[in-house]
């Protein structure tokens, strides 16, 4: 009964959501002024952090712009000028902090100021960047703010977003951040103020704290090697960190070698070449791909990557962020510029990663790359024929109108090692795919290819085949996955999603036939699988050397009219993800057992050699969605997830009484 009074007070609550304007409410529900950020104690910085505040503060100056080199500490200043409104009284009604970067989408923009003012749903977000401005604009134009913009590049539209303009009747306040002075101008800046690099006593008291002890006679070495960081406190920081454990002359001396050499000289760059560094400032990674792209570069084995990864984090290299990680621009530049040293030729690295491309850069600056980068660019088509003897990385991920790639491209690439074409447009693969002999990592994730081509089964020496968010992939010749014989791990999740052709050397048509290519592969030992039917899923689970490797799974259950049980996939002891999303027949989901009797139970619907071990239950699961016209009996069953941290259940006209 409470169950049924619930549902019927939320249907009674969307109706009159529906109906009303909320505006004023989400004005008076606004979260505190100010949002506190991690900011690490730096030295210098209260002169010029005093000036910044004397500005925002006072009457004549409403635009402030602060600018310097890459690394010298803008964000840091900022950081500190937003934390020091949670602390000094001010008359401002709502601090609002965004990241722009280098790729400037002004969506992104008008997210993070509407987190901070309003309710950002599923519903705002799908409004057009228009009506998003009106909103913004409807709760900022009454309110005493002020607006501090990270890393801007080029001129921010403050009328597109929806921000009114600070004027001296409103008394709002802009504040930005950037590397050139030009800047400023195109923002109509009233004051710029330059972070300077840290003076010499300051430079070397950071690196002391960073580094700790040094031996008296290493001192002077360790001042060397302070002085080539050039007063950046990013650089002193991490190489500080970095140096922490060098305890001899040889090495104190080999990293003073290294910082000299001509691939360390970033931090001497003038402000007009530092502008044209092609990286954003941030770019975040899933820790498990960037593993998969170490194995496969045979950098190192899975374990030691992760420990890498730990290590790197430790020594403030990558800043950890929940599953993902990423990297500072100015360290990315000084390990690239680094590896260029090491390489001894500085054209072994293409990097154009982020630059706003809108073609493909000329052959010949690049056929001689052993890994190249042109990730996020803006470049719609590749029809050029390279002969590219020692590549072995290429990362094409990211480019959203990228949508053809000619057939030859890939012809001479005979070393390509790592291919990645993920969150790209294109719809079919190349021919000349087939000619990557050395390939052992393709990374096809979030494409709108339609059909996997025959050719495809050239590739013996593939190990890792990526397949998420394909969901127009509607075709898989017979024959193809199973000639893979190298494959290690399969993500096939949330894939063909809209419909499968049915055709008879289709192996989408059947479940069993993917399974018997699958159950071919001896290598295989990280799966993740669409499943379109309760009966697929019972032949699925009877493969148990697929069951031992699936780490997710998506459940596409609209055809079949029958029950799922819950406990067919609890022998799943890898299983990390889970989606389950019912059609308009499905009649529930539910566990009908208590926990006293799991290991007598029978799976039922013909699996009752299926038994279920104390130890085996959702120890791995971490993430659920259920959805779709589920009937939902109840959901005790998550107890037995103990390191469940996300689930998401979505409401709709089926569900019953929930029990959690």
């Known amino acids: 009964m409470f169950g049924k009074s619930v549902s019927r007070s939320l249907k009674h609550v969307v109706g009159l959501m529906s109906e009303g304007d909320f505006k004023e409410v989400v004005e008076r529900t606004l979260p505190e002024p100010v949002v506190v950020g991690n900011v690490n104690p730096t030295l210098g910085t209260e002169t010029t952090l005093d000036e910044a505040w004397s500005y925002i503060t006072g009457d004549e100056v409403r635009i402030v712009g602060i600018y310097g080199m890459g690394g010298v500490g803008k964000t840091t200043l900022l950081t ?37 003012i309003g309710f950002l749903d599923k519903k705002w977000k799908k409004k057009s960047l228009r009506e998003k401005a009106e909103d913004i604009f409807h709760v900022l134009s009454r309110k005493k703010f002020v607006l501090l913009l990270d ?10 977003i929806g921000v009114p303009l600070p004027t001296r009747q409103n008394r709002c306040k802009i504040v930005f951040t950037t590397r050139s002075c030009r800047v400023g101008g195109q923002m109509e800046a009233e004051k710029m103020i330059k972070v300077e690099p840290l003076a010499w006593e300051e430079a070397w008291a ?108 430790g020594a403030c290299l990558l800043e950890e962020k929940g599953r ?65 003897p020692d590549l072995l990385t290429l990362f094409l991920s990211d480019n959203r109108n990228l949508s053809e790639i000619s057939d030859g491209f890939f012809q001479f690439m005979g070393t390509l090692t790592v291919l990645d074409l993920s969150s790209t447009n294109i719809k079919k693969l190349p021919v000349g795919i087939s000619k990557l002999n050395s390939l052992q990592y393709l990374n096809l994730s979030w494409t709108l290819i339609s059909q996997l081509p025959i050719e495809l089964k050239m590739l013996v020496n593939l190990k890792y085949l990526n397949l998420v968010g394909n969901f127009e992939l509607n075709m898989i010749p017979r024959g193809v996955i199973s000639s893979l014989s190298s494959l290690q791990v ?13 055709l008879e050397d289709n192996i989408l ?62 022998n799943m ?88």
């Not at 409104?85 to 100021?113: G, H, M, R």
């Not at 890393?151 to 597109?160: G, H, Q, S, Y």
């Open 573 to 660: 002891k890898n299983l990390e993800d889970m989606v389950i999303i019912g059609g308009s027949n499905s009649e529930e989901l539910g566990v009908n057992v208590v926990m006293e009797e799991i290991e007598a139970h029978d799976a039922g619907g013909g699996l009752g050699n299926s038994m279920i071990s104390r130890k085996t239950y959702f120890n791995s699961l971490h993430t659920l969605t259920l959805g779709g016209s589920l009937r939902l009996r109840d959901l005790t069953w998550v107890i037995l997830a103990p390191n469940l941290t996300c689930l998401n259940v979505q409401v709709n006209e089926h569900i019953e009484d929930n029990k959690c």
């Open 206 to 313: 950071l690196f002391q704290k960073k580094v700790g002890d040094i031996d008296f006679d290493i001192v002077p070495l360790a001042q060397d090697v302070a002085k080539e960081c050039s007063g950046l406190p990013i650089a002193l920081i991490t190489i500080g960190r970095a140096m922490a454990s060098k305890i001899t002359k040889e090495e104190w001396e080999h990293a003073l070698e290294v910082l000299r050499s001509p691939a360390s000289s970033l931090p001497g760059m003038e402000d007009e070449v530092i502008q044209d560094m092609e990286v954003e400032v941030y770019f975040e990674i899933e820790k498990d791909e960037l593993v998969h792209y170490w194995i496969y570069e045979n950098f190192c084995a899975r374990n030691e990557a992760y420990s890498i990864i730990g290590t790197l984090v």
């Open 490 to 502: 399969l993500k096939m999740y949330n894939v063909g999603f809209i419909w499968v052709k049915k």
């Open 509 to 570: 048509r059947e479940e069993n036939m993917l399974i018997e290519e699958l159950q071919c592969l001896e290598h295989l030992n990280e799966l993740s699988s669409t499943i379109r039917s309760v009966s697929d899923l019972q032949s699925y689970v009877n493969a148990h050397t697929l069951v031992n490797c699936t780490r997710a799974l998506w459940l596409n259950l609209f055809p079949s009219p029958q029950s799922l049980n819950i406990w067919w996939l609890a």
């Open 324 to 388: 993902h990680v990423k990297m500072h621009d100015v360290i990315r530049d000084m390990a690239l510029l680094i590896a260029c040293k090491y390489e001894k030729e500085k054209h072994k690295f293409f990097v154009e990663a982020g630059a706003q491309l809108t073609r493909v850069p000329e052959v010949g600056k690049w056929e001689v790359s052993k890994r190249m980068s042109l990730m996020a660019n803006s470049f719609e088509r590749i029809h050029e024929v390279p002969r590219c």
């Open 80 to 116: 500190k000028i937003n934390n020091r409104f949670a602390t000094i009284s001010n008359n401002f009604d709502v601090v609002i902090w965004a990241v722009v970067s280098k790729d400037l989408k002004p969506e992104k923009i008008q997210e993070q100021i509407w987190k901070r």
């Open 151 to 160: 890393d801007i590049w080029r001129r921010v539209d403050l009328e597109e």
